[in-house]
C-alpha cells in the first residue's frame, strides 16, 4: 500500500483534481480493478489472460499463417506462395483455396511412408523410453531421500548442454572410426567395425538418449506420490510382488506413465536433428521431409500442409492424454 | 460389556496345558542401533482378542509389523497355528492386516478392494461375489459396493478396511490402531461392532493402540509395552487393579503414586510407612521385597473415600488433608487434596446425589481421606 500512494502521489496536469483525489483514495489495486471492472473483466481474468494472449500470438497466428500458405499455390518470387485473397478488379475478389497439396500428401507414398514411419521411430522410442525410464524413477522414488535429489540432478544435468551438442556428440562416440569400434577394435572383439552411424540404431539411440529425462521425471513425480502402505496391504491380501506391480503401482502411476510417454512421443514424431545427424538417408521422418520440402524444394505450401498434417495427427494423442488426466485427477482428488 | 464377556469366557491363558495359537518367542528387532522389538515372548491364544498398548515410538507397530510380515525379525520366531511363518513372505502368511490408514486400493471400487485377496486366490468368481456380499452384509456397507474410496466416509472406509482384512477367513486379524482415525462417538459404537464381528467370526484379534480406553474395552487380554518390551500381561482387570510396576499403574487411569519403606511384612499383609503421605500403608497384600525396602504404593483415585469427619479404622490407610481443587464433571467429582507435607492427591467420586444441594465438600475445608487395606497396590519396581 505503500508503493501505492506514493505512486499516486505524482499527480498529473491531464487528470482532474476531482478524479485524481478519487483515485487517491481508492488506492492503486483497488484504482486497477475499477478499471479492469470497467472492461468486464475480474482481477482473476486477467491473470489467466495473459497465457492465453501469449499463446494467441504466438501458436495461433503462426497457425493460421501456416494454415493460410498450405492452401495456396507455389510462385517463383517472394513470398514462393500465392495469395490467398487477391484483387481482381475494383468489385472481384478472388479466393483461392488449393487443396491439392493436401491431396499431393494423400497421393505421394513418400508421405505416407514419412509419415508411418515417424509414428513407427516415436512409437517404438517412446516404449523403449518407458521400460528404461520407469525402472530408473522406481529406483529414485525408493531411494534414500537424501540421494533423491542428488539422483534428480543427474539425470537433468544432460540439458545443461546444448541439445545439438550432445546429439553430435554421438556422432563420434557411434562412427565406424569412433570411441566404440575403436575400443572393440583394440581389445580384440571384433575385427572390423560395427556400422552404427547412419542406421536406425543410432536414431533410436539418439531419441531414447535425449528425451529419456522428459520420461523419468514425471514418472517419478507419480511413483513418489504412490503410498507404500497400498502395496504392503497388496502383499497381506496375497498378492505377489509382481501382481502388485501391475494391480497397483501401475494404474496408480498411470497419470505419469501418460505424461511421460506423451512428452516422448509428440516431440518425437516431428524430431527433425536427431534422424537428420544420426539417422541414414532412408530413415525417412516426417520432420525431416518438412525440412526438404521447405529449404531443399522451396515449396512453402507443401512443406506447410506436412506440418498441418502432422498437427492433426498429434492431436488425436494429446486429446487422449488430457482425457486420462482429467478421469485420474477425478479419482483421486 | 466386554469385560464381563471376558470374564465369562474360558480363560486358556491359565490352563498350563492349553497350546497357543500364536506364538512369539524371544522376538527382536532393530533398526540400525535402534531397539524397536526388545526380545519380545508372546503366547495368544485362539479366539482373543489381544491388545498391544503403549505410547508412541514403544514398539507395538513394529511388533505387528514383524507379525504381518513386512519386517523380518533381527531375531526370534514366530509360530502361528503350529507352523513358524518367521521366513514367510506376507503374501504367504495366513495373517490379514488392518492399516491404520486403511491403505484401500484408491483405483477400486468397495467391492473391488473387498474381492481383492480372494482373487489372489484364484477362488472360483462365484464364491467371490458371495463372500464378498456376506462380509459387506456384516459390516453393513452392501448398498455402497459401487463406491469408490474417495467417496467415503472416514467410519465406512473404516468398514470396508475390515471387510477386505476378514474376507479371507485370516486365523490372525491385525489391527493397527483401527479407530484411530474415527471421532469418540463413533469409536465407542466401533468397538463394539468390532467384538460383535469378533464374536462372529471366532477370528483371532491382534489390536495395537495407544488408547487404554479402547484397550480397556476390546480386550481380553492386553499386553503393556514400553521401550520394546513387552512389561505386563493380563486381562484388563489385572492390569488395572494389579500393575506390576509403577509405569504401568501410571500408563493405565490415573494412580497416586506414593514413595515408602517396608516396615512390616507379612504373607498375607504389609505396612509401608511413607513421608510422602505422612502416614502408614496397610496393604492387604504380601509382597516380596527385603525388609526396609522402598516400595511404591499405587493409590486408584475412584477408591479413596472423602469425608469430614475422623474415619475410625485404626490409624493405617487415612490421612488428613485441605481440599484444594474440586472439578465437577458430571457423572463425578475430582478432588485434589493438599496433605500436610505438600503432596497433591486426587480423589473421584461418583456423584450418586445431586450435587447443588447443600452441605457438600467445598475448596479449602479440612477433610480426611481413607481407603480400604485391598485398594492399595505395592510395586517394587
Known amino acids: 500500500m505503500k508503493r501505492g500512494r506514493t505512486g499516486n502521489r505524482r499527480s498529473s496536469p491531464f487528470v482532474q483534481p476531482e478524479l485524481m483525489a478519487w483515485m487517491r483514495a481508492l488506492g492503486p489495486y483497488r484504482w486497477a480493478s475499477v478499471c479492469l471492472r470497467a472492461w468486464g473483466m475480474t482481477g482473476r481474468a486477467a491473470v489467466t489472460s495473459v497465457p492465453y494472449l501469449w499463446l494467441l500470438l504466438f501458436f495461433l497466428v503462426p497457425f493460421l499463417i501456416v494454415l493460410k500458405i498450405s492452401v495456396s499455390d507455389i510462385r517463383l518470387g517472394m513470398p514462393p506462395y500465392e495469395p490467398l485473397i487477391t484483387w481482381v478488379s475494383a468489385q472481384v475478389v478472388e479466393f483461392r483455396l488449393n487443396l491439392a497439396n493436401y491431396a499431393f500428401l494423400w497421393e505421394d507414398a513418400l508421405y505416407r511412408h514419412a509419415y508411418l514411419n515417424s509414428l513407427l521411430t516415436a ?15 522406481y529406483g529414485i522414488a525408493r531411494a534414500k531421500p537424501s540421494w533423491r535429489n542428488l539422483l534428480l540432478l543427474l539425470v537433468m544435468l544432460p540439458f545443461w548442454t546444448s541439445f545439438l551438442l550432445r546429439v553430435y556428440a554421438w556422432i563420434g562416440i557411434l562412427k565406424n572410426n569412433g570411441l566404440i569400434n575403436n575400443l572393440l577394435l583394440a581389445i580384440g572383439v571384433i575385427d572390423e567395425p560395427i556400422v552404427m552411424l ?31 502402505s497400498l502395496l504392503e496391504a497388496a502383499a497381506d491380501l496375497g498378492c505377489r510382488p509382481v501382481r502388485a506391480f501391475l494391480a497397483i503401482t501401475v494404474p496408480l502411476t498411470m497419470t505419469g506413465i501418460v505424461a511421460g510417454c506423451m512428452l516422448v512421443f509428440i516431440p518425437a514424431v516431428g524430431e527433425f536433428v536427431i534422424p537428420a545427424l544420426l539417422g541414414g538417408p532412408d530413415s525417412l521422418m516426417i520432420g525431416r521431409v518438412l525440412w526438404e520440402e521447405f529449404f531443399n524444394n522451396r515449396d512453402w505450401p507443401v512443406a506447410s500442409s506436412v506440418a498441418i498434417a502432422m498437427l492433426l495427427l498429434l492431436v488425436i494423442p494429446i486429446m487422449i492424454l488430457q482425457r486420462v488426466q482429467g478421469q485420474q485427477m477425478w479419482a483421486h482428488r | 460389556m466386554a469385560n464381563a464377556r471376558a470374564e465369562q469366557r474360558s480363560e486358556p491363558w491359565k490352563d498350563p496345558g492349553a497350546t497357543p495359537y500364536v506364538r512369539i518367542e524371544r522376538l527382536t528387532k532393530k ?55 518367521t521366513a514367510m513372505p506376507p503374501y504367504e502368511r495366513p495373517v490379514n492386516m488392518m492399516f491404520q490408514s486403511y491403505a484401500l486400493f484408491p483405483h477400486m471400487t468397495v467391492e473391488q478392494n473387498v474381492a481383492f485377496g480372494l482373487r489372489q486366490d484364484k477362488v472360483p468368481k462365484r464364491e467371490i461375489a458371495e463372500r464378498v456380499a456376506e462380509i459387506l452384509g456384516l459390516v453393513r456397507m452392501r448398498q455402497f459396493a459401487g463406491r469408490k474410496p474417495h467417496q467415503l466416509s472416514g467410519g465406512q472406509r473404516q468398514r470396508v478396511a475390515l471387510a477386505r482384512s476378514l ?54 487380554r492386553i499386553g503393556v509395552m514400553n521401550h520394546g518390551e513387552i512389561i505386563q500381561v493380563g486381562t484388563p482387570t489385572e492390569i488395572y487393579e494389579y500393575p506390576g510396576s509403577r509405569f504401568v499403574a501410571d500408563f493405565i487411569g490415573s494412580v497416586n503414586m506414593f514413595e515408602g519403606r517396608l516396615i512390616e511384612d507379612e ?57 484444594a481443587e474440586i472439578a465437577y464433571l458430571g457423572d463425578q467429582s475430582i478432588y485434589l487434596v493438599r496433605l500436610a507435607g505438600g503432596r497433591m492427591v486426587r480423589v473421584t467420586q461418583p456423584n450418586i446425589v445431586r450435587q447443588d444441594s447443600g452441605g457438600r465438600i467445598t475448596w479449602e475445608e479440612p477433610v480426611w481421606l481413607s481407603w480400604d487395606s485391598s485398594s492399595p497396590v505395592v510395586v517394587t519396581q
Open chain 1, 123 to 137: 512409437g517404438v522410442s517412446t516404449l523403449l523410453c518407458l521400460l528404461i525410464g520407469y525402472p530408473m524413477a
Open chain 2, 267 to 323: 504373607p498375607d499383609y504389609v505396612r509401608v510407612e511413607s513421608a510422602d503421605l505422612g502416614g502408614v500403608f496397610h496393604v492387604g497384600h504380601g509382597v516380596s521385597a527385603a525388609p526396609n525396602a522402598i516400595v511404591w504404593v499405587a493409590l486408584r483415585p475412584e477408591k479413596i473415600h472423602i469425608s469430614r469427619e475422623r474415619p475410625e479404622n485404626g490409624g493405617d490407610n487415612r490421612v488428613a488433608g485441605i481440599v
Open chain 2, 167 to 220: 474376507v479371507k477367513r485370516p486365523k490372525l486379524l491385525l489391527l493397527d490402531e483401527p479407530l484411530a482415525a474415527l471421532d469418540k462417538k463413533l469409536r465407542e459404537h466401533t468397538q463394539f461392532e468390532l467384538i460383535n464381528i469378533q464374536e462372529t467370526l471366532g477370528v483371532t484379534f491382534v489390536v495395537v493402540t495407544h488408547d487404554q480406553e479402547e484397550a480397556m474395552t476390546l480386550a481380553s
Open chain 2, 31 to 85: 533398526f540400525g542401533d535402534f531397539v524397536a522389538v526388545d526380545d519380545v515372548s508372546l503366547s495368544i491364544y485362539r479366539g482373543e482378542i489381544f491388545c498391544l498398548l503403549g505410547g508412541s515410538g514403544c514398539g507395538k507397530t513394529t511388533l505387528l509389523r514383524v507379525m504381518a510380515g513386512f519386517e523380518p525379525p533381527t531375531s526370534g520366531s514366530i509360530w502361528i497355528d503350529g507352523v513358524d511363518v
Open chain 1, 198 to 228: 547412419q542406421t536406425d540404431f543410432a536414431v533410436y539411440l539418439g531419441i531414447v538418449y535425449s528425451y529419456l529425462p522428459f520420461m523419468v521425471l514425471p514418472l517419478y513425480t507419480a511413483i513418489e506420490k504412490l503410498d507404500l
